[in-house]
T-cell receptor, first 115, second 112 residues
Framework: DAGVIQSPRHEVTEMGQEVTLRCKPISGHNSLFWYRQTMMRGLELLIYFNNNVPIDDSGMPEDRFSAKMPNASFSTLKIQPSEPRDSAVYFC?????????????FGPGTRLTVT | QKEVEQNSGPLSVPEGAIASLNCTYSDRVSQSFFWYRQYSGKSPELIMSIYSNGDKEDGRFTAQLNKASQYVSLLIRDSQPSDSATYLCAVIGSSNTGKLIFGQGTTLQVKP
């Protein structure tokens, strides 16, 4: 079975440019999570969706970040404009949330470098 | 106080020994607990989940949960060099919405 798919795997861009990260969750999962990981701050939850609806975006650092989930099989995380401090690895994870079922499965991540 | 706390390590054990990784959490209402393994440059991989007090065993891995003490641990028996990684403890918050709260992770080094 295919796991969570993310693209691109690596992105290098210049400050001020728009960056779009993409995620395809595991088929049948009803929840999707976007994380950011840095050495300094560890793994941080940015936003998560349940049944395509954003539930908690309190982790989104500022208005430059936005996320969408137009359907159950696709989500995007957009940064506009990008800044060097956005450099990190961005992970997407998906889960089937149900009674006593909260396991999240991570994609391979997108390593973003903003110069 | 951080919501989920782990000793960052590194924890160094010889090959074949038992590695013991510990995690404490602050929300007494938390019900679901997870251990993820993350190799350098890779994504977190779920290795254990535990929901009830006591022990849960899966191969060389045993998760232990003590809700009264707000403590969860991971034991790795017969440690192998391939177990060298960062181990992340994660807890479902009291909102029970599926939002995981991660600790900073413990780096394990298994020396041949």
């Amino acid at each position: 079975d295919a796991g969570v798919i993310q693209s691109p795997r690596h992105e290098v861009t210049e400050m001020g440019q728009e960056v779009t990260l993409r995620c395809k969750p595991i088929s049948g999962h009803n929840s999707l999570f976007w994380y950011r990981q840095t050495m300094m701050r560890g793994l941080e939850l940015l936003i998560y969706f349940n049944n395509n609806v954003p539930i908690d975006d309190s982790g989104m650092p500022e208005d430059r970040f936005s996320a969408k989930m137009p359907n159950a099989s696709f989500s995007t995380l957009k940064i506009q404009p990008s800044e060097p401090r956005d450099s990190a690895v961005y992970f997407c994870a998906s889960s089937f949330l149900g009674p006593r079922s909260y396991e999240q499965y991570f994609g391979p991540g997108t390593r973003l470098t903003v110069t | 106080q951080k919501e989920v706390e782990q000793n960052s390590g590194p924890l160094s054990v010889p090959e074949g020994a038992i590695a013991s990784l510990n995690c404490t959490y602050s929300d007494r209402v938390s019900q679901s607990f997870f251990w993820y393994r993350q190799y350098s440059g890779k994504s977190p991989e779920l290795i254990m989940s535990i929901y009830s007090n006591g022990d849960k065993e899966d191969g060389r891995f045993t998760a232990q949960l003590n809700k009264a003490s707000q403590y969860v641990s991971l034991l790795i028996r017969d440690s192998q060099p391939s177990d060298s990684a960062t181990y992340l403890c994660a807890v479902i918050g009291s909102s029970n919405t599926g939002k995981l709260i991660f600790g900073q992770g413990t780096t394990l080094q298994v020396k041949p």
